[in-house]
């Protein structure tokens, strides 16, 4: 019976190390595949495209939340001809806080604003509807963000964290309001 177990678990075990390298793979080639798409037909017409199919642009919107720096170069790409997705690819940039701080400090002042991306500038609704998970998210990204040390990030870092210490106090400040408890 045990010898039955062995071949078994080794075939899962060689599945999940195929579909990690696909997930590994597809970080990178998704993005790398959108750019192109851009080069060819144009942010806009892109944006439009991914934005009509509902699965692909919440795929989009949470690979830019991985904080991949393809996956922000995408961000940036689709940011600067946005107009109703601005606020979601803001809120993806500022959930990347959280999983890369230095890539998403590194897209800050050009087409995303530190002010908009840390403090979510009237979007506390996406921090979710519970205090407790609220307050984690802007202490995990505060944290983040503290241990940047990229001396060419210094003054996104400094901005981004004083928005972030001004998120936490408004939080915890509007606890009833925001999140009814």
């Known amino acids: 019976m045990r010898r039955a177990l062995v071949p078994a678990v080794a075939f899962a075990a060689a599945l999940a190390a195929a579909a990690r390298a696909r997930a590994a793979q597809d970080e990178v080639s998704v993005p790398v595949g959108l750019l192109q798409e851009i080069d060819r037909q144009g942010a806009q017409a892109v944006l439009l495209q991914v934005y009509e199919d509902d699965p692909r642009w919440q795929q989009v919107l949470d690979g830019i939340a991985t904080g991949s720096r393809a996956w922000l170069r995408v961000a940036e790409r689709f940011k600067r001809v946005a ?83 001004e998120l936490k106090r408004e939080v915890v400040r509007n606890r009833k309001t925001w999140f009814g408890g």
């Open 83 to 165: 107009r109703e997705q601005s606020e979601e690819l803001t809120v993806a940039v500022g959930r990347a806080l959280e999983t890369e701080p230095a890539h998403a400090l590194a897209v800050l002042g050009d087409a995303f604003d530190a002010d908009d991306v840390c403090s979510l500038n009237t979007l506390e609704q996406s921090l979710g509807r519970h205090y407790a998970v609220a307050l984690r998210s802007v202490e995990k990204r505060e944290r983040g963000v503290a241990r940047v040390t990229d001396p060419a990030l210094r003054q996104q870092r400094d901005d981004c964290l004083g928005f972030l210490r």
